[in-house]
């Protein structure tokens, strides 16, 4: 079930409580049917003062209005205000409002608050009883309804209200339908036993037998962490109350057709034997008048036979039922199933035990918890029926809330077993609450809707990342623009572009700027086939960055694209101007684009240009090359240009392999190849491909990302698939992304 958030209200204080005893029931019902998912009402701002905040007039100048003194609170909601993720400020910021003792101010902080991290069930407790001690029995009841549907597979927090429900009400099916709809959630969790526990001592004191009876079996079904004391449980409570009152109606009707089959024996075996006597006798009798009438016949006079009494026909005694007997036969049958539950709790206590942490915390997780989680859910996914495997993925989304890759692993399993109704249930609970500030989720969520025909809401995805969550992030910037290129409109594509190069442009310094630049030059190229604004965007990007040898290739590589005469022209001129030696004067620089390349990449690339001129250029041209190379960098202890082509063969001319570019990128070890290197096949995805998405991968997603903390992404990727990009691009570090280890 959804752990989206829920609708916050701000409920008033009430004159008169109602009768509880009378009421509880009926607002629980009221207060879970009117629980929906909703956004939590925003924080007091410069223009909503909290008020509350008592007049002090004592000190007042005459004649001018008091003043109220600042709110203890005011300066930590500013805090929270800039950083809502600071999770530090939130709870001093309740401490603060708590020590107000104003049940308004409290509301609203809690309430703000839980938007933004519904997973802490201990504030929504904490809440609960800032209600009661405000003696509001309605908010009580409205802030757990509000908490259970936040987090539904929270052990603890469905412990908190039954125990609540019990100390306020003395409806005995309120209470069982309370524990009923906790155990619907969390009644198989491994760690469920504290829910159990307490369902068993309400039914104690408050129950029947067979209520008892029934959960304690319903229970040995589940392989819980304390399995064993639930059996122990079950065979002493058997030896203290007459079975039959804690059979179910089932198995009281096979005891008594059981008992029926005994009675019919017993009664048989009974009739039989009074029969037996009763034939006895009357032999007896006969053989006695036999012997007399011999005897007269003898002329004897036998003597007379005592008359017995006629026996009275004595009603058939039945042995009573043998209750230890049954007893024995209504646990024989309870332990297969103790038996069997008990070899499955062995098989997770693997997993289980692993898991060190398995409620909400803003503080990194382990990565030896991280990866036990993963192991987890492979095996349940192997192992478990469909709805066990659904259980132990909220039991990690609790847990791992922080982490993208859950939720997207979360969405990928059940699109694949429930659809994509479910699928996009679980994505936007993640994108709209848990790691809404998370790039990676939104840039996952758009490809999940392109796929399944809806555009509209992929761009919408891609613009909350470029608006508000990671301005400037360039993967998402390039995949923006290449969803409207394929919606068929390059016009909007090139305003995704235009827009953020606008963006970085308004900044004091950008390091996106660049790259940025690049990618709308290959776009305006390739797709747009406008050449000129393509030169006129390498041109702003070798200004910002003539030292970048892979800006120059790059700037080069569109003029090689096609091989027009004006194409020769242009690209041939920017090798000139590459590999010219840098102007003595400091304003010759701001006037021209100059190179600012090293001697080594100088050379190199003046190499290049003598190849490119020989396969394209006329005579004259690659005469000019020639003549260029040798003036430039041809001197007695130079490399012949000779011995550059020797170097390589026809193919070579027309780019080095992937992998040896690969190499130099990787390495930094120095090359000249003749040709600029070609881009990867889809340098917007592999430059940031991470192996670890592969195994969760939807078909073209080749975008994942490394474990993240808290804080803004680090971005991680595969290091054949960067050194291609560094190769092409000239990698640089991204704001906010440490620099990958193959740069």
């Avoid at 107000?100 to 609960?128: H, M, N």
Wanted: hydrophobic fraction near 35%.
């Amino acid at each position: 079930m959804s752990e989206e958030q829920v609708e916050v209200t701000t409920p008033a204080t009430t004159e008169e409580a109602p009768t509880q005893d009378a009421s509880m029931s009926e607002a629980v019902a009221t207060a879970h049917a009117e629980t929906t998912p909703a956004q939590p009402p925003p924080p007091p701002t410069e223009s909503e003062p909290e008020a509350a905040c008592t007049m002090d007039t004592s000190e007042a100048p005459p004649g001018e209005e008091p003043k109220p003194p600042p709110c203890p609170t005011e300066s930590l909601w500013e805090v929270v205000n800039k950083d809502p993720s600071d999770f530090t400020s939130w709870t001093d910021l309740i401490k603060k409002a708590e020590e107000t003792r104003e049940i308004a101010k409290i509301q609203r902080v809690y309430d703000s608050f839980l938007g933004e991290f519904p997973l802490c069930y201990g504030y929504w407790k904490k809440y609960a009883d800032q209600e009661k001690s405000a003696g509001n029995p309605e908010a009580i009841v409205s802030v757990y309804e509000r908490g259970v549907a936040a987090i539904p597979y929270s052990v603890d927090l469905w412990v908190h209200y039954c125990n609540y429900l019990i100390e306020s009400s003395n409806e005995p099916e309120a209470i069982r339908s309370l524990y009923e709809r906790g155990l619907a959630y969390v009644g198989t969790d491994f760690l469920a036993s504290p829910l159990w526990n307490k369902y068993l001592e309400y039914e104690a004191s408050a129950g029947t037998p067979a209520h008892m009876a029934q959960i304690y079996s319903r229970v040995l079904q589940i392989p819980l962490q304390k399995l064993d004391s639930y059996w122990e449980g079950l065979n002493k409570y058997t030896q203290s109350k007459p079975v039959r009152t804690m059979m179910t109606k089932e198995e009281v009707a096979a005891a008594d057709a059981q008992d029926k089959v005994r009675i019919e024996k017993a009664t048989e075996a009974a009739t039989a034997e009074k029969e037996r006597k009763k034939k006895e006798k009357e032999e007896a009798k006969a053989k006695a008048a036999a012997e007399a009438a011999a005897a007269m016949e003898e002329g004897e006079v036998p003597e007379p036979a005592e008359e017995e009494p006629e026996e009275e026909d004595e009603p058939i005694q039945i042995p009573p039922e043998d209750e230890d007997a049954l007893k024995a036969q209504y646990l024989s049958m309870r332990e297969p199933l103790y038996k069997a539950s008990k070899e499955e709790a062995q098989k997770r206590i693997e997993f289980e035990s692993a898991i060190k942490r398995p409620y909400f915390h803003v503080k990194k997780l382990k990565e030896e918890e991280l990866k036990n989680w993963s192991r987890y859910l492979d095996y349940a996914e192997k192992e478990w029926p469909g709805h066990s495997v659904v259980h132990l993925y909220e039991r990690c989304v609790i847990a791992c809330a922080n982490y993208p890759e859950y939720w997207i692993r979360y969405a990928k399993y059940s699109e694949k077993t429930a659809g994509a109704d479910a699928a996009r249930a679980v994505i936007q609970r993640a994108s709209m609450v848990f790691v809404k500030r998370r790039p990676e989720i939104h840039m996952f969520e758009a490809e999940f809707e392109e796929r399944l025909g809806n555009p509209e809401a992929a761009k919408r995805s891609y613009s909350v990342v470029n608006s508000s969550v990671a301005p400037g992030l360039l993967q998402c910037i390039v995949r923006h623009a290449n969803l409207e290129r394929r919606c068929g409109d390059v016009t909007a594509a090139r305003g995704v572009y235009e827009r953020a190069i606008a963006e970085e442009r308004a900044k004091e310094s950008s390091s996106v700027l660049v790259h940025l630049l690049m990618q709308y030059a290959r776009f305006l190229d390739e797709i747009a086939e406008d050449i000129e604004s393509a030169r006129h965007m390498y041109q702003e990007a070798l200004k910002a960055k003539p030292d970048s040898r892979s800006l120059w290739e790059g700037a080069i590589l569109i003029e090689t694209r096609q091989a027009t005469d004006q194409r020769v022209d242009h690209a041939l001129a920017l090798y000139e101007r590459a590999t010219a030696p840098p102007p003595v004067e400091e304003a010759a620089k701001e006037e021209e684009l100059v190179s600012g390349l090293s001697a080594t990449a100088r050379e190199e690339l003046s190499a290049s240009a003598v190849v490119f001129a020989d396969l394209h250029g006329n005579k004259d041209q690659l005469a000019a090359a020639r003549e260029m190379h040798r003036s430039r960098f041809e001197t007695a202890n130079s490399t012949p240009l000779s011995t550059y082509s020797k170097k390589r063969t026809a193919s070579d001319a027309l780019g080095e392999s992937s992998s040896k570019q690969a190499k130099v990128a990787a390495t930094g070890t120095p090359g000249a190849p003749p040709q600029p290197p070609p881009p990867p096949t889809d340098p917007g995805a592999a430059a940031y491909a991470q192996p670890a998405a592969g195994a969760y991968a939807y078909p073209g997603y080749g975008a994942g990302y490394a474990a993240y903390g808290q804080h803004y992404p680090q971005y991680a990727g595969d290091p054949a698939t960067d050194a291609a990009w560094a190769a092409y691009y000239a990698q640089q570090q991204y704001p906010g992304y440490p620099p990958h280890p193959a740069q």
